[in-house]
């Protein structure tokens, strides 16, 4: 299992950003794949999920601005960002679980700052 992200930047407040995450060794449309976050000094925040049934779930402070998707043909998962906020600040990580072992990757740094 291996996770790349990619995608991250400095935006300005009300900007937006669309990570990626490039999987290999599985394939994503059979399972569950998550977006999470971490701020330093904090522990990881989930952030959304999409199940391979396409269903998806998102923690409310990001509800109605960011959207996850996949594409199956290209083996990624996607989180669009819309109307960043300052609190939005942190490193994203795609993540996934197999076996009872939680597998995730390097992270992308993503800034909202004006």
């Known amino acids: 299992v291996r996770l790349v992200e990619s995608g991250g930047g400095l935006v300005q407040p009300g900007g937006s950003l669309r990570l990626s995450c490039a999987a290999s060794?599985?394939?994503?449309?059979?399972?569950?794949m998550n977006w999470a976050r971490q701020v330093p000094g904090q522990g990881l925040e989930w952030v959304s999920t999409i199940y391979s049934d396409g269903g998806t779930y998102y923690e409310q402070s990001v509800k109605g601005r960011f959207a996850i998707s996949r594409d199956n043909a290209k083996n990624t998962v996607s989180l669009q960002m819309n109307s960043l906020k300052p609190e939005d600040t942190a490193v994203y990580y795609c993540?996934?679980?197999?076996?009872?072992?939680?597998?995730r990757g390097q992270g992308t740094q993503v800034t909202v700052s004006s």
């Open positions: 060794g599985f394939a994503v449309y059979s399972y569950t």
């Open positions: 993540t996934t679980e197999e076996s009872g072992d939680m597998y």
